[in-house]
């Protein structure tokens, strides 16, 4: 019986690796033909099949592995694999449980029956009740789960797989410390992790007093560790889209002081300026408009980090609301200016300027508040 692991069954795990399973099999099929006792053949050859889903084909090699060698731990664990893809699911306990009696040391072992356990038992209890499970069920068998997940941690106490496991049970038993903690040690470990930074960074930018810049900042930040994260650059849209919806309110106090320095309004016992207004008052009023924007808008953009003010950019292109805000804050600027700019010699298209720049706006700001643009 063969012990070590040969160079085509080395090439084969390579091959499967890249998800090119009809050359590894190709390879192992010839290997196997050389030497049909090959356990560590027969296990890659499931593997293969695994990556194609098949499950029968890969129990197949399975059992002509286990056959050879009973005890083989690698073999035990694939076929366990098999046995779930196959639609044997509840079968695994048993094969896994086998894997800890003759590994009691092996981390994976543990960290494996635990991630599949509660399942199993969810399962068992949906079956023996009509297809509902009872909470009480479900509770132990998480409870049972966690054991054999805390174990799996005190054994291989840097393996990042025991510590996603004890935080998916603690995720569905809702205790957030825990899962908290798990992120946490699961970080120290892999600090580009894409779920646990994800969650983490959601934490920390939905936390109470957290304004949309620093949010944005904070999802900018975790993305720059892992740029493939979809939850992360969703949350960064999110942060952008609000601080775009912030344009509109400067938009709005522009508008405000364009009807102040018009005197839209009349106000008793005071007189109104007479129209049109002279040249150098209507350039007056449009420095504390310049200064709104200064220090609201192009300060705060010249502070932001470079991949937020990038993704800024980036949402306007593709996100239908990001450019209807935006416009929404260009027509209520026009407005704006309009109302200052042109001498006027009545109120009464001023009046119809300023409602029309305050209804564009504010027409949709309850209704698109829950976009994320």
Not at 26 to 34: D, F, G, I, Q, V
Not at 239 to 259: D, E, K, N, P, Q
Not at 282 to 299: C, F, I, K, S
Request: charged share 25%; proline share 3%.
């Amino acid at each position: 019986m063969t012990t070590s692991v040969h160079p085509a069954v080395e090439r084969a795990d390579l091959l499967i690796d890249l998800t090119r399973y009809e050359e590894a099999r190709e390879l192992l099929a010839r290997r196997l033909t050389e030497d049909p006792e090959d356990v560590r053949a027969w296990v890659e050859l499931a593997r293969s099949h695994l990556g194609d889903e098949n499950g029968a084909k890969a129990l197949d090699a399975t059992e002509q592995a286990l056959l050879l060698d009973a005890e083989d731990i690698g073999a035990l664990l694939m076929h366990a694999r098999a046995l779930r893809v196959g639609g044997r699911f509840p079968e695994t306990e048993g094969v896994l449980r086998e894997v800890i009696r003759l590994a009691p040391e092996y981390w994976f072992g543990y960290a494996r029956l635990a991630d599949w356990l509660w399942r199993i038992r969810v399962l068992g209890s949906g079956q023996a009740n009509g297809g509902e499970t009872r909470r009480e069920d479900f509770v132990a068998a998480l409870r049972e789960a966690d054991l054999i997940a805390q174990e799996a941690i005190r054994l291989g106490p840097e393996e990042v797989y025991a510590y996603e496991v004890a935080w998916l049970i603690a995720d569905m038993s809702a205790d957030r410390s825990v899962a908290d903690r798990m992120d946490l040690a699961i970080l120290r470990l892999d600090p580009q992790h894409e779920h646990a930074l994800a969650r983490q960074t959601k934490k920390a930018a939905t936390a109470p007093g957290v304004n949309a810049t620093e949010a944005a900042t904070l999802y900018a930040d975790a993305l720059a560790a892992a740029p493939g994260s979809a939850p992360m650059q969703s949350g960064l849209d999110e942060a952008s889209y609000r601080m775009l919806r912030g344009v509109r309110w400067l938009a709005m106090i522009c508008l405000a002081l364009a009807a102040t320095g018009i005197d839209l309004f009349a106000t008793d016992g005071e007189t109104q300026r007479e129209l049109p207004l002279v040249l150098g008052q209507r350039l007056w009023d449009l420095v504390p408009m310049a200064a709104v924007w200064v220090l609201g808008a192009l300060l705060r953009l010249r502070r932001l980090r470079a991949g937020v003010r990038v993704n800024l950019h980036s949402l306007v292109r593709r996100r239908v609301w990001a450019r209807v805000v935006l416009g929404q804050a260009a027509c209520a600027m026009l407005c704006a200016l309009l109302i200052t700019q042109v001498p006027w010699t009545q109120r009464t298209v001023p009046l119809v300027l300023f409602w029309a720049g305050l209804v564009s706006v504010a027409g949709t700001m309850w209704f698109d508040r829950r976009k994320t643009g």
